[in-house]
């Protein structure tokens, strides 16, 4: 009974080990998302607003910068609403099952999430079918991770 009682132990606390979820971020080689730009200036903007490292905010493993401080506040508050979906990585990429750079001029806000897009004609072809692609994309995406994320 000790014996089965130490096993269950030692699996209770390796069960963490194991469960722990994978994370694909398109960050540089400093480990900054969004290139440096401020995630919050897309919605409040409307446009890409460089950040300033002086106002840095660590999130999962991406380091964010903002334009201001006031910026920072909003995304410490709520960043789910406020960080790009699919890890940073083009929309239409990962509908494609691929991931695939972004520029941030190519960006776009749909159903409240920051969508970022290789370019701005790969986010004409995204919007032909702009329903059918975040399906694929949100059904493509968690094997993704599966597979090439850390």
Known sequence: MKKLSLLLLL?????????QTK???????DGVAIQGYDPV?????????????KY?????G?????ASKDHRDLFKANPEKYEPVYGGYCAYGVSKDKLVEIDVDAFQ????KLLLQYSKSVREKFNQDAKGNLAKADANWPVLVEKKGK
Request: aromatic fraction near 16%.
């Open 109 to 112: 806000i749909v159903d409240g």
């Open 11 to 19: 699996l209770g606390l390796a069960l963490p080990v194991f469960a």
């Open 56 to 60: 840095v905010y660590k999130h999962q």
């Open 41 to 53: 200036a897309f919605f409040t903007d409307q446009k890409p607003v460089k950040g300033d490292p």
């Open 23 to 29: 994370t694909l971020l398109n960050l540089d080689g």
């Open 62 to 66: 991406a380091l964010y910068f903002f």
